[in-house]
Structures are given as structure tokens and as C-alpha cells.
């Protein structure tokens, strides 16, 4: 009998976990209701924030939604491989380079409700890539974008090759 209330207990307190995470997920997810603010200009944001997109990523964008046509497709992964320099070594998408360590990845399918997962990489099996960091988040402004800075171990941004992983619901 201890066995099964423990059992339960345990089960009642991992089901509450999740939904508060989900719940959590989901309050940070809703549109603000707040007015768009002026572009900001390289000089004056912080390192940890995204460039204003600019209007050859917005034709980008919409291009690429257009080309990519409406889904009715059940959840997905795909995955796109980057060169320092910003070229796309393989996978899907299209790559733009803003400055150092500053790319976006678009696709032709709305990712921005989607989760995304990167890392520093080479596009050829040669070598260890070198040491740094990744950080990536939707891209703000456009749905079917996805925003990645590199940087090296010092945490300056830095060119640096990468892979990521898009998995939409």
C-alpha cells in the first residue's frame, strides 16, 4: 500500500512539473500587446541582441514562405549546416550573414513556434571546430527565421561554422 501512494505521489508531482512548465512555455509564448519600438542601431544595442532585420531578409523571408508553399505536414525536423563565412554547407534553408558571428537561417514554413537547437560545428570531417559558444532564438520580425550568434571562448562574437536543428510542431 506505501509502495502505491509513493508511486502515485511521484507520478501526481512529475504531472505537475510538466504542466507548469508548459503553462510556463506557453505564457511566454502570447504576443505582447506592447507598440513596436524604433529601430536600434548596431552601435547602440547590446551584444546579446538581434540586429533590425533589414529589408533584403524581409523579401528573403517572404520569398522563401511563398516558395515553400502552405503544409499540412505533422510535426518535423530538419537540420542546416553553416560555414564560418556563412555559406550553407548542406540542409535546408537559406543563409544570411549580418557581421561577425551574426546569421539567420530561413525556411520556407513558419519555425517561430517551433524549438531550436545549435552547435558549433565543421562542415567537413577534418578537424575538431573550434572552441566557442552558440546561442539561438526565433528570429524577431520574421516567423520562418531563426537567429544564431557564435563566439569564441572569451565570449567576444566570433565567426564560427554550426549545425542546427528545427523541429516545428
Known sequence: METSLRRKAAAVTFAVLALTLAGGGIAVAQPSAKAPQAAVKPTDRGTNSQPPVTAESARSAKAALKAGGVTT??????????????????????????????????????VSAGAFLATIS?????????????????????????FIQTRNSAGALADRGFTLLTHTP
Open 73 to 110: 505536414m505533422a510535426a518535423a525536423t530538419w537540420f542546416t549546416v553553416v560555414n564560418a563565412n556563412g555559406t550553407k554547407a548542406r540542409g535546408t534553408g537559406t543563409v544570411l550573414k549580418y557581421g561577425t558571428g551574426e546569421y539567420e537561417v530561413q525556411f520556407g514554413y513558419t
Open 122 to 146: 565543421r562542415a567537413d570531417s577534418c578537424c575538431i571546430p573550434p572552441g566557442g559558444e552558440v546561442s539561438v532564438s526565433a528570429r524577431l520580425g520574421t516567423p520562418n527565421g531563426v
